[in-house]
């Protein structure tokens, strides 16, 4: 019963922010690593960003970023609410692409729909 629910993507102009929201449910998500990863058109998949377990409710855990991203994408979990959240910043047409939530660090096991985030002037 595992299941991940993205919403929150659209069309935005560069420049502009949209943040990515990752539900999950059928598991407590604070206790895994959760990641996000994107596909644009005729490209592989690509690791975006991922954040740490959070073992202790005090902490949200250790965020991990794609050097294309750093500085400009932000992850973070709201345990209470069991979501995982990509505040994305500064977008480009380059970051066009379905954006996925996972759950894992390395090696995902369970994987959300994927919502699409077009980025166009």
């Known amino acids: 019963q595992v299941q991940l629910v993205e919403s929150g993507g659209g069309l935005v102009l560069p420049g502009g922010s949209l943040t990515l929201s990752c539900a999950a449910s059928g598991f407590t998500s604070s206790r895994y690593a959760m990641s996000w990863y994107r596909q644009a058109p005729g490209k592989e998949r690509e690791l975006v960003a991922r954040?740490?377990?959070?073992?202790?409710?005090?902490?949200?855990?250790?965020?991990n970023y794609a050097d294309s991203v750093k500085g400009r994408f932000t992850i973070s979990r709201d345990n209470a609410k069991n979501t995982v959240y990509l505040q994305m910043n500064s977008l480009k047409p380059d970051d066009t692409a379905v954006y996925y939530c996972?759950?894992?660090?390395?090696?995902?096991?369970?994987w959300g729909q994927g919502t699409q985030v077009t980025v166009s002037s």
């Open positions: 996972a759950r894992g660090w390395s090696y995902p096991d369970y």
């Open positions: 954040i740490t377990a959070a073992l202790q409710i005090t902490t949200g855990g250790h965020p």
